[in-house]
Structures are given as C-alpha cells and as structure tokens.
C-alpha cells in the first residue's frame, strides 16, 4: 500500500501579505561539505530545512563528521574524527550534489571514493569535468564498479579549465585547490552567487581566493583552514518562484530576507510580465493587478537567468497574454513539466530544447505528478490559478528543494494543504 504525499490546492486565490526567504540550498550544500575541510567546528545559520541538506548531513555524519543542530535552522559540523572516506550509492544516488565531498576529502585526506551519481530526470549530469580538472591537480581518478577512487598524496595547484561551466565542479575544484601545494587558476569558472558564498565562508576558514564571482578564480593554497561561523545567502531561486506565482494569481506581497543583486535576470523579466518590483531593505515590495504578459526565456549561466528558474516562467506564461518561445541552454531533458502543465489545459510544444507556450484563458485543475524539483515549483504555481482542484502527487521532490512552501503560501492566502494519499497503485 502506497502512502505517500500530496498537495491539494484549489485556485483562485491572489497572494496577499509577507513571505520570508529561506537560506538557498545550493549555497547550503557545498558549505556543508566543506566542513569537512577542518578538523574545527562550522557553525551555520539560515540552513534551510531541506531533504537535500538532511541527506548531506547523513553523508558526513556517515563519513565521521559530529553533526549538532542548534535551533530551527542552525548547525554546527566537526570533523576531526572522519574515519570513513567513501559516500555509498544509497546516498548519492538520492542526491547528486553528493558529489560535493570528492574535492574536500581528497585534499585532506588524501582519498575519497564517491559512488557515480547515475542519471537524472532533467538530464545525463555526467562529472567528468569535475574528474578533468581534479586530475589537472595530480589526483589519480579511476572508475571502477560504480564509484570514482580519487587518490593524491597531496595536490599541486595550476590552472585548470573545464571545457564548460559548471557550478558544483566549480565548486569541487575550489575546495580541493584551498589545500592544494601552491596557486591555482580556474579559467571559465561558474559565477553563480552561491559560489561565492562558498568562497566567502572558505575564506573565513582561511583559505586564500581571489576572483570568485567572476569567471577566473585564483586560490593560493594554504596548510591548514579552522572553523568559522557563516550564514548562508538567500535562496534566489525560492524568491523567484514566489515572484512567479504572484505574477499569475495577482496580489500584493512583500517578499522578505532577499539579495537582490544575486537575482537581477528573473526580477527583469517578471517586471516585464507586468509586475511592479521596488527594492525595500533587503525585502522586494511587488505587486500585479492585471493580466501577464507573455516573456520569453533562454537560460543560461549566471548573471543569465537560471535553468532553475525555467519552469516557474513557463508556469506563468501559460496563463499570460500571447505566445511565448522558453531556450533551455543548460540541461538536455528539462522539460518534464511541459505534459503536466499540458494536463491542466496548457498550449505547449517542444521543438529540441525550446519550447512555444501559447497562452489560454485558464488552466482547470486536476491530478499531476512531480517529477523533479522545479517542474514540481511550476505545478505549485500552476495550480494556485487553474479553476477547481489541483492535486500535485510525488511531492518529496518539491521537499528537495523548498522549506515549508505550503505553509508560506497559506500565510500569502493561498488555498493550499498537504495530505497523505493512501491510494494503493
Ligand atoms: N556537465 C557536464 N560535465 C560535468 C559537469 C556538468 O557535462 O562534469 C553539464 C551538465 O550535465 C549540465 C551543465 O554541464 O548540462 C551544467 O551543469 P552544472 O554542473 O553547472 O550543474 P550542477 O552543478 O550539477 C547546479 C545546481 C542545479 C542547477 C545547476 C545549473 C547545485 C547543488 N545544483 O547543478 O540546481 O540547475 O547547477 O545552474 O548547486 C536545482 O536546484 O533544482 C538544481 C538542479
């Protein structure tokens, strides 16, 4: 007998009131991996709470790493007792980004085997990059029954460029370089503000980088990095996801705790979707009170708008003025919200990796299926206008991804709970 999660919401409703920004997850997940990096504390504030960052505290707690939760969204790591330097396939293969803990361990320690990641649902995600440029520093990598062995007495910093831009690679090769012999130089590195979270806490470590949040990033390694306290940045992509919903319901809604700088793309367009945005202390006053107009979407790397913000737009312009064309530069397969969104009455077509949404009068809600994190975002939004009930099954990828996003939206006024479905299928 399944039993398994769902969201019920019946539309109609316009937003209303304050929402909160959590701590972004893509930040929170490579901070937590480097604190394996130190045999002092870290301490964290503003962690989300999140399947994703549970899973990456199992994995270190796996690994050795003392983990303590000291409030609702606070936690502090040791690793000064690491005695396992292998990430097994049950963990990894719930979360990707488990990946994140091959720079650090190899570093420190000298190894690390990490089980592949195997496919994903928006695309094949290979790491070879991340084996590439680890390899440029001296690391002996194999791939042997499952699992990337990385071996290094110690690593030796030159430059290193991956053959494209990647944010957890990035992010790998900056952790391994922080303990590396001498200066590395990644060339064509990611830019993403959750990179330069990273780097801001490795800094606080005491590791020296130069350049983060540009595309060449310096990093002269040092002997050793200590503890250090750090809250995590706002979740960009969260606030954008709030944006988008408000743009399709309407309302007025003060979006609180956010960096506005960090997200300059999504705020531009959803101001040409119709929406009125004013920067207000670190919180986004917006509100809507007419039909959408149609944007069209090309994602690519940041300071461009992100892939993790592709679905929510196409959410809203199905229920926009006009026809819309959506680019998806950055995963092959990430379109998996198209036939869901086409369940709830949706006009869209995909040609390659773009897509034609024309808008319609209305959505009608019925039953969909999450099938990853931000497919899943876009069904919230979708849901929150189709006429009727829409109900949103396989919610744990939403879980992934997004701190209690029902209870923020009751809070904006939305007509929306979570249920347990006994259906046995
Ligand atoms: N790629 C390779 N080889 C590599 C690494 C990446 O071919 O060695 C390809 C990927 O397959 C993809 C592209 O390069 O086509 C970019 O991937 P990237 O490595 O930048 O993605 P990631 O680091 O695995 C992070 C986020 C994703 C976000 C992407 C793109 C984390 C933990 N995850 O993934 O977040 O979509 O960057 O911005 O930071 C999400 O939050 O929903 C999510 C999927």
Do not use: W
């Not at 962690?47 to 690994?63: E, G, Q």
């Not at 300059?264 to 040409?272: E, N, P, Q, S, V």
């Not at 107009?293 to 929510?312: F, H, R, W």
């Not at 396989?394 to 997004?402: A, E, S, V, W």
């Amino acid at each position: 007998m399944a039993s398994m999660e769902e969201l019920q919401i019946i539309g109609g409703s316009q937003l209303e009131g304050d929402v909160n920004i959590s701590g972004a997850k893509n930040a929170a997940l490579p901070i937590l991996c480097a604190g394996l990096l130190t045999s002092e504390t870290i301490s964290l504030s503003n962690l989300p709470d999140l399947n994703d960052v549970s899973t990456t505290i199992k994995l270190l707690s796996k690994l050795g790493s003392i983990t303590e939760k000291n409030g609702p969204n606070k936690v502090s790591i040791m690793s000064n007792k690491i005695d396992n330097l292998k990430a097994p396939y049950e963990l990894v293969k719930t979360m990707r980004a488990s990946i994140l803990v091959l720079g650090p361990l190899l570093t420190r320690f000298g190894e690390a085997i990490v089980s592949m990641p195997g496919g994903c649902a928006i695309g094949q995600r290979p790491i070879d990059q991340h084996i590439k440029c680890l390899s440029a520093l001296g690391a002996d990598i194999r791939v042997e029954h499952g699992f990337v062995i990385a071996k290094a007495k110690k690593l030796k910093g030159t430059i290193v460029r991956p053959d494209i831009v990647t944010v957890t690679g990035t992010e790998n090769i900056i952790m391994a370089a922080t303990l590396a012999e001498g200066e590395t130089i990644i060339e064509n590195a990611a830019c993403e503000p959750e990179i330069v979270d990273l780097s801001n806490m490795l800094i606080k470590m005491g590791a020296n980088i130069k350049g983060h949040g540009t595309s060449r990033i310096v990093i002269n390694g040092v002997d050793k990095l200590y503890g250090a306290n750090h809250r995590i940045l706002p979740d960009r992509i969260e606030a954008g996801t709030f944006l988008c919903a408000l743009a399709a319901t309407g309302g007025n809604i003060r979006i609180n705790g956010v960096n506005p700088y960090d997200m300059l793309a999504t705020i531009d367009k959803i101001r040409l979707s119709g929406v009125s945005v004013k920067q207000d202390n670190g919180s986004l006053l917006c509100s809507m009170n007419k039909k959408p107009k149609s944007v069209n979407i090309v994602t690519c790397e940041y300071p461009g708008l992100a892939t993790d913000m592709q679905a929510q737009f196409m959410a809203l312009n199905c229920v926009s003025y006009g026809t819309s064309m959506i680019v998806e530069n950055i995963f092959e397969n990430r379109y998996l919200h198209v036939q869901e969104l086409n369940r709830l009455g949706a006009d869209i077509t995909i040609n390659g990796n773009s897509a034609t949404v024309r808008g319609v009068d209305f959505l009608s809600g019925a039953t969909v299926r999450a099938t990853d994190l931000r497919a899943s975002a876009s069904l919230v939004i979708a849901g929150l206008v189709a006429q009727g009930k829409t109900t949103i099954e396989q919610i744990y990828h939403l879980d992934r991804g997004y701190e209690n996003i029902e209870v923020k939206l009751q809070k904006l006024g939305a007509n929306i709970k979570r249920a347990t479905n006994r259906n046995d299928e």
